[in-house]
T-cell receptor
Framework: GQQVMQIPQYQHVQEGEDFTTYCNSS?????IQWYKQRPGGHPVFLIQLVKSGEVKKQKRLTFQFGEAKKNSSLHITATQTTDVGTYFC??????????FGRGTSLIVHP | NAGVTQTPKFRILKIGQSMTLQCAQDMNHNYMYWYRQDPGMGLKLIYY???????DKGEVPNGYNVSRSTTEDFPLRLELAAPSQTSVYFC???????????FGPGTRLTVT
C-alpha cells in the first residue's frame, strides 16, 4: 500500500529556534493531514491540505503541500515548550483508511 | 459532546486472558478505527468500520476481533492475550473516512 515517509525521526531545538518536519510520498497524494500528539496523549488533528502548492498558517505553524502533491512540510517558528510532542502526517492509504508517517518527535530545551 | 471515549484507561492482563476495549463516539460518525501504538512508533491500523454492520481488517488484525452493531460503538476484542499485544490502543472516528480523524484518549494495555 501507499506509504508516507517522515523525517527527521527526532529533533532537538533550543526554545526560540525554528523547527521543520517533512513528509514524502512516492505517489501523488489527493490530500494530507497533520496531527500532533503530546507526550502521554492522543493524536489531535491540526489541519488538512488538498490543493497543489497550498500553504496554510496557524499562528506560528506553517503547513505546505508540494506542487506535485508528493510532499508536505510543517514549519514552526520560534518554538516554545508547549510545542513539545510528536507530529504525524497522514495520507490516504486506501478508500477508507489513512496511512500515517512514523512521526517526528520535537524536543524543546528551555 | 464527549467526542470519542475509551474504557478502560489502563489494564494489566495475564497471558492467555481475554478482554474487550470499549470505544464510543457521539458525533454520528460512520467511520471508526482501531490503532495500536508501540513506544516510539507510529500508528498501526488494526481494524476499521465504514458503518454499522461493516468491518474490515487493517494492517495488524491478528489476535483481535471487532464488531459494529451500532453507529456509536466499536469494541475491540483481544482473545488469548500475548506479551506482543502490550501497547497503547487508540480508537478514532471520522465523518470523512481517512481524513480528519478524532482520537479517543487511549487504553494502555500491559500483558505479562
Amino acid at each position: 500500500g501507499q506509504q508516507v515517509m517522515q523525517i527527521p525521526q527526532y529533533q532537538h531545538v533550543q526554545e526560540g529556534e525554528d523547527f521543520t518536519t517533512y513528509c514524502n510520498s512516492s505517489t501523488t497524494l489527493s490530500n494530507i493531514q497533520w496531527y500532533k500528539q503530546r507526550p502521554g496523549g492522543h493524536p489531535v488533528f491540526l489541519i488538512q491540505l488538498v490543493k497543489s502548492g497550498e500553504v496554510k498558517k496557524q499562528k506560528r505553524l506553517t503547513f505546505q503541500f508540494g506542487e506535485a502533491k508528493k510532499n508536505s512540510s510543517l514549519h514552526i517558528t520560534a518554538t516554545q515548550t508547549t510545542d513539545v510532542g510528536t507530529y504525524f502526517c497522514a495520507g490516504p492509504g486506501g478508500s477508507y483508511i489513512p496511512t500515517f508517517g512514523r512521526g517526528t518527535s520535537l524536543i524543546v530545551h528551555p | 459532546n464527549a467526542g470519542v471515549t475509551q474504557t478502560p484507561k489502563f489494564r494489566i492482563l495475564k497471558i492467555g486472558q481475554s478482554m474487550t476495549l470499549q470505544c464510543a463516539q457521539d458525533m454520528n460518525h460512520n467511520y471508526m478505527y482501531w490503532y495500536r501504538q508501540d513506544p516510539g512508533m507510529g500508528l498501526k491500523l488494526i481494524y476499521y468500520s465504514v458503518g454499522a454492520g461493516i468491518t474490515d481488517k487493517g494492517e495488524v488484525p491478528n489476535g483481535y476481533n471487532v464488531s459494529r452493531s451500532t453507529t456509536e460503538d466499536f469494541p475491540l476484542r483481544l482473545e488469548l492475550a500475548a506479551p506482543s499485544q502490550t501497547s497503547v490502543y487508540f480508537c478514532a472516528s471520522s465523518s470523512t473516512g481517512p481524513r480528519e480523524q478524532y482520537f479517543g484518549p487511549g487504553t494502555r494495555l500491559t500483558v505479562t
